[in-house]
Nanobody, 119 residues
């Protein structure tokens, strides 16, 4: 099992910044990709950004140029730096870990953290 704990959310004005952190613990070996997803009220959960164990990143078009995902392997932590926040970024943000073992893939989720951007 992998446990993911998010922190750093909150309320910010449009144009402001927040940094989310996600600490992974437990059976973290063989984690291939970690990422951030978000879900706004009445909408489906959507990908925000991912980072592989090799450092390759991927971003949703809506956050490119504003958000940056990074990882600290020594701390088992993934970060999401969010700049130039917009009201439409308001959502619950979830940390995700994709763990690959021979013949199996496992998906883990954090409990979610609220990000609210006021106009």
């Amino acid at each position: 099992q992998v446990r993911l704990v998010e922190s750093g959310g909150g309320l910010v004005q449009a144009g402001g910044s927040l940094r989310l952190s996600c600490v992974a613990s437990g059976s973290i070996f063989a984690i291939d990709t970690m990422g951030w997803y978000r879900q706004a009220p009445g909408k489906q959960r959507e990908l925000v950004a991912t980072i592989t164990s090799g450092g390759r990143t991927n971003y949703a078009d809506s956050v490119k140029g504003r958000f940056t995902i990074s990882g600290d392997n020594a701390k088992n932590t993934v970060y999401l730096q969010m700049n130039s926040l917009k009201p439409e970024d308001t959502a619950v943000y979830y940390c995700n870990a994709d763990r690959r073992l021979p013949g199996n893939a496992y998906d883990y989720w954090g409990q979610g953290i609220q990000v609210t951007v006021s106009s």
